[in-house]
């Protein structure tokens, strides 16, 4: 983690929301809505990608340094805020990406404006209710023991887990941001939309649906089944890998990610 | 000054091994520790002392606190409907239904307008913003949560005098589009409200609607400050100033024949912080919406940062705050004026060092039972302090709130 937050100074003014904007490359452009967390601009999976793919990466209001309108405060809201986004961005057709939280935003997106979609990328999606009532798909991560989502959340929690002593004030400031806001948008129903799986087969573009192999936040098992309510839709396991496989094993989700979105 | 006593009906059976090993005890303790039996003797024995407090002169106060050892009333109006019927001269104060924990709020406009008839008009109405693991045992979002607060009572308060058939409501937290309650409330206006609050842009909006402010195990200068926003807020907005009537403290209370015996069962009540407070971290300084995203620099981090003083305006660790709760000592609860515990006379001394230092209240909310105190210990304590300090407090006459304050 570094303290390069300030970095993203990109500004994007879309239906009365000002949004920060990480911006990476040259190529396609990828739309790419985050998850838990706004994009780090150091991040190495953005230079990776930004070899072979224009990457645009706003904060969602709430998070990060992007203001949330007062009268702003649903997923309805930053569903149709992105559909605005497609519309004020000069490209007939935008490739989606979205992590974690984001990627459930990147379904509901491409169900409703799949003429403007070139490919679909969902990395440890969130979004959809496949278990029975008394079998959550989605560990809590407000409800839990902070300790146990970082260990679900991480292959090597070591290493890559978020150390706050070590953090800047700015920096953990940005995260109870970021921890509210998601709160917000998705503490019920948690984390899903009861009516998306209904709706998942109207997305026609070529989809890969990829999966951290030890992703305890949400399993892999929940995201083939993802894959394949999306016609056509592709299923990758990335090893050694948890809920945020962009950070840690960030060439092998280049070398995946980069060649879809290339192909 | 009017005297309320209160219990929550804490449960202090668990063995003490189960609780070290939980992180919460809240929200997350398994019911399984959780005895019937046990259960429906506290019931009783505190029911009984309800009724007591009734023969003693005291007024009745009812909390509401869900799935933890602290209190085994996560039904408020199921409480409030029986002393509503047995109480015979008390008036009783519900402080409160957790309203934002409450999907339908019409429903406890109902309970209560219910309680108000059964009692035949001696219902007050407080309401608690609740809050920490509160949240996650009841599924109600943290975010927004003072928000939903302040337009649930606008509903309630409407339910509770609107007399001319269905109504609708479409609010930003609340949709109901036919409210007419059946049976309305006994009393023919509002009943008193009182919401307990110690942050003081709460303060500040409680004062500006008139509704009694308590004050929870604050302290004098926690109480102070709320208490000061208050009235700053009425005098801002050309308000009349508050007379005392509108001001509350509760604070644990225990009365023995000696000193030492009073001390002795208010090290009992401390129970209740030393022992009941024991929060989950994703219940506390995790827990969305519970305190600024700028204060996350003091929450987030296990250790302050070595480097240099904090920067101005950084708000102490919540973890810090509540581990300084949970090992207070009972002279140290004494010194802060969370316990009033002594003999009669020296529980009446402290009152009124804490009334004076605050700017005067008239309603003592009196936690008269927490933690391994026994009925009979309760007892003692509540008739001791109804024979010789009840009486000197009810001689406290309401005057100007804040009258030695230098903002009044």
Redesign the interface.
Known sequence: MTNAIAAATERLSVAGCDLEVVRRGKGRPVLLLHGFQNVDPSAPFLDGLGRQAEIIAPSHPGFGDSKRPVDF?TIYDLVHLYLDVLDALPYEKVSLMGFSFGGWLAAELAIKAGKRIDRLVLVDALGIKISGPDTPDILDV?????NE?IRCGWHDPKRWAPD??A?E?EQ??????N??A???YG??PYMYNPQLKRWLHRIKQPTMVVWGASDGIVKPSYGETYAKLIPGARFELIPDAGHYPEIEQSDAFVKRVGGFLAS | MDVWYQCEIPYPYVPQEALDRA?SVR??LPNKYCDPALSAQLFEECLDEYLLCDELGMNVAITEHHAGINSLIGSNPMILGILARQIKKARILSLGTLITLRPDVVRVAEEYATADVISRGRLEIGFVKSGLSEM?SN?A????NGERFWEAIDLISKALTYQDGPFSWEGKHYTHRHINIWPRPYQPTLPRMWAATGDPSTAAEVGRRGIVNVLVLRGPEGTRTAFAANRKARALAGLPKSMTDRFAYAAFVAVGDTEEEGLRLGAKLLWFLNTSLKH????LQ????T?P?????G?????PRAAGPG?PGQVPSVGANAAALMSVTPEQAKQRGILFAGTADSVYQQIMKFYEAVGGFDHLAMIGRSGPMTHAETEKSLRLFSRDVLPRLKEIKTVVAGYNQQDA
């Open positions: 405060g407000f409800n839990k023991h902070p989502v706050y002593d953090m004030d953990l400031i940005v995260r109870a941001r921890w509210d998601l709160c917000r503490w019920h | 992180d929200a997350s996650a599924n979002n943290p975010i927004d989950a971290p994703q219940f995790f827990l969305p919406g305190a995203p700028e204060a996350a620099p929450t987030y981090r296990t250790k920067k």
